[in-house]
């Protein structure tokens, strides 16, 4: 079974604070995304990364960016978190080939104060 | 502005019966059109895809269908199983990313 984790279910940040938002893959995909999901507006992409040390920005790339050194791993950063950051967060991945089919963790609900 | 559009934010079904959920979509680019299914505290889970040169898809009791001329998909689930209940997103490929609906939940009743 592929397994996507996020470090966290659940994070209170404060406004001003750098958060990172960590995410591994177990099945050696080489695609991994950045979602949001907020009510009303579904799923939207941050950013993704077809390979190590490659990004590419996605709808709603403004204050964050993110991190690819290992192949299993994208992290997400808020460089200075602020209250309308406050969201769920859902890591996916997926190969090339089968793009169709994305992988998603359990997801991580950040609320910034 | 949302691409694809998912109007009923809720449905209940008896179960047994037909579930159809329904998707609009304003983006005629869209190569592939998706289904995801979301459990509470769980991510969305793939579902069932259709191409955009295609009518319709199928797989077990779920159905695809596509009409490309009034930018409209849906979703049949027959017959509608209580674990079936769930968050429905549809989502459009537009090339390099999915653009999602808000989705629709799905109550199916014992």
Same mark, same amino acid.
């Given at each position: 079974?592929?397994?996507?984790t996020?470090?966290?279910r /659940?994070? $209170? !940040?404060r406004?001003?604070?750098?958060?990172?938002? #960590?995410?591994?893959?177990?099945?050696d995909?080489?695609?991994?995304?950045?979602?949001?999901?907020?009510?009303?507006?579904?799923l939207r992409?941050?950013?993704?990364s /077809?390979d $190590? !040390?490659?990004k590419?920005?996605?709808?709603?790339? #403004?204050?964050?960016?993110?991190?690819?050194e290992?192949?299993e791993?994208f992290s997400l950063i808020?460089?200075?978190a602020s209250?309308?950051q406050?969201?769920m967060y859902?890591?996916?991945?997926?190969f090339v080939d089968?793009?169709?089919e994305q992988?998603f963790?359990?997801?991580t609900r950040?609320?910034?104060? | 502005?949302q691409?694809?559009?998912?109007?009923s934010?809720?449905?209940?079904?008896?179960?047994g019966?037909?579930?159809?959920?329904?998707?609009?979509?304003?983006?005629?680019?869209?190569d592939?059109?998706l289904?995801?299914k979301k459990?509470p505290?769980?991510?969305?889970t793939f579902?069932?895809?259709i191409?955009?040169i295609?009518d319709?898809?199928?797989?077990?009791?779920?159905?695809?269908?596509?009409?490309k001329?009034?930018k409209?998909?849906?979703?049949h689930?027959?017959?509608?199983?209580?674990?079936?209940?769930?968050?429905y997103f549809?989502?459009?490929?537009?090339?390099?990313?999915?653009?999602?609906?808000?989705?629709?939940?799905?109550?199916?009743?014992?």
């Amino acid at each position: 079974d592929v397994k996507v984790t996020q470090s966290s279910r /659940y994070l $209170v !940040k404060r406004t001003g604070e750098k958060v990172f938002l #960590e995410c591994v893959q177990d099945m050696d995909h080489e695609n991994m995304f950045w979602y949001r999901q907020d009510p009303g507006l579904g799923l939207r992409l941050i950013y993704f990364s /077809y390979d $190590v !040390k490659m990004k590419e920005k996605g709808d709603i790339p #403004e204050g964050y960016s993110v991190s690819r050194e290992k192949k299993e791993r994208f992290s997400l950063i808020l460089e200075s978190a602020s209250t309308n950051q406050t969201s769920m967060y859902l890591c996916a991945s997926s190969f090339v080939d089968t793009y169709n089919e994305q992988f998603f963790g359990p997801g991580t609900r950040l609320t910034v104060l | 502005d949302q691409q694809v559009k998912q109007n009923s934010p809720s449905l209940s079904v008896q179960e047994g019966r037909i579930s159809i959920l329904n998707c609009d979509y304003t983006n005629s680019m869209f190569d592939y059109f998706l289904w995801y299914k979301k459990y509470p505290a769980e991510g969305p889970t793939f579902l069932i895809s259709i191409s955009s040169i295609k009518d319709k898809n199928e797989d077990g009791r779920f159905t695809v269908f596509l009409n490309k001329s009034a930018k409209h998909l849906s979703l049949h689930i027959v017959p509608s199983q209580p674990g079936d209940s769930a968050v429905y997103f549809c989502a459009g490929d537009g090339g390099n990313q999915f653009y999602f609906g808000t989705g629709t939940s799905l109550t199916v009743i014992p």
